[in-house]
């Protein structure tokens, strides 16, 4: 018996059509065009703006574009992952309000989350169901609405962040495409750099935290920076060494898009030119967990069967990785 890896059979996404922009930035904060461009590579980011909408309708709308375009039946679903670092709500799985309104009512379903790393430590998780034979079917979503947490105050955030989803199917298959390889990593030593003080059960909610603004995202950048760079760039380097892969091997790299240096770095230390660099931080700008999907949904017409693609991505926590997948269909 041939042993069952776990392939993405189909790709969905969904941004607000709601475009912020440098220049409207620049009348909100002082920054500029040119310093958010070369600091970071981001040119506009999508906003949900209308009231009353949350993560869950980015992930529905992400998930229904799957299934139009691969026809799969959302009763053939048996699980529905929901990567998120800004769920609908602190306690009511996001997930399982997803999956009902899709019309996948014989999945169950829960949210993960690793910030910035939440869709990367998904697809292990997903991958894991499907290779062990227990689930056929498993459609993880990533998808955040960071404006629901940052301060249009605060430049050293407020210019990174910006809203979206993607979605993939993961089913088994026997050719051997699909997940090869992982290296998952954390440290809770670094929760104190990239973080939201208040409304958890250490600091709940209370007039003070308010008062503090201590319920949006704070983060020292540039700390951050220095971590993101070294560590992305040592689990990519991982995933070649340790599968023997060379450059040429490489069709593609996937990283999370928080910022173009961090990007460049990472190719830079696999020697990966920039035509096989996946990005659109450009049009969307650090979307935490949506970013790995987005890339997958914007590039799924350049992609062919059994092209290799190393993913890699870090986030707040710390949390990090790399994974080594096999693209299972042309685009
Ligand atoms: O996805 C999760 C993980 N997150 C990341 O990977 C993000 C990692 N960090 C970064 O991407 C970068 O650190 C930032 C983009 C956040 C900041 O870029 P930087 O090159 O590290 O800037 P910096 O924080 O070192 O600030 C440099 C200068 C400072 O001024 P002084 O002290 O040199 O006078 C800042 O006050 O730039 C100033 N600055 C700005 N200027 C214009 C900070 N933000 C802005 C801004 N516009 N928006």
């Excluded at 379903?109 to 939440?118: K, N, P």
């Amino acid at each position: 018996m041939t042993k069952i890896t776990a392939a993405i059979t189909a790709v969905g996404k969904y941004v607000p059509d709601y475009i912020l922009t440098n220049h409207e930035l620049a009348t909100i904060v002082d920054t500029n065009d040119e310093w958010i461009t070369s600091r970071t590579g981001i040119k506009e980011r999508r906003i949900l703006k209308e009231e009353g909408k949350g993560t869950s309708y980015m992930a529905i709308k992400a998930a229904e574009s799957l299934l139009e375009k691969s026809k799969k039946n959302p009763l053939d679903i048996d699980l529905v992952i929901v990567a998120t670092a800004t769920p609908d709500m602190p306690v009511a799985s996001t997930a399982a309000y997803v999956a009902t309104k899709i019309g996948a009512t014989n999945a169950f379903s829960y949210d993960l989350e690793a910030a910035c790393s939440s869709f990367l430590y998904g697809m292990s998780t997903a991958s894991s169901y499907i290779e062990s034979g227990r689930y056929k079917n498993v459609l993880l979503i990533g998808g955040d609405k960071m404006s629901s947490i940052i301060d249009y105050t605060d430049r050293a955030t407020c210019i990174i962040f910006g809203d979206g989803a993607g979605a993939v199917l993961f089913e088994p298959n026997h050719e051997g495409l699909g997940l090869q390889d992982e290296y998952l990593r954390s440290d809770g030593t670094g929760r104190e750099f990239l973080k939201i003080d208040a409304g958890g059960s250490i600091l709940p909610t209370s007039e003070e935290t308010i008062k503090n603004k201590q319920h949006t995202v704070h983060q020292e950048g540039r700390t951050v920076f220095k971590f993101a760079v070294s560590n992305m760039a040592d689990v990519a380097e991982k995933m070649l060494t340790r599968n023997n892969l060379v450059k040429e091997d490489v069709d593609w790299l996937a990283p999370h898009q928080a910022n173009n240096r961090i990007i460049e770095a990472t190719a830079n230390r696999v020697g990966l030119e920039s035509e096989k660099v996946m990005v659109n931080i450009h049009k969307y700008g650090n979307t935490t967990s949506g970013t790995l999907p987005l890339l997958l949904a914007d590039y799924e017409s350049q992609l062919k069967k059994g092209d290799n693609i190393i993913f890699a991505a870090f986030g707040g926590g710390f949390t990090w990785g790399a994974i080594y997948l096999k693209w299972a269909y042309n685009g």
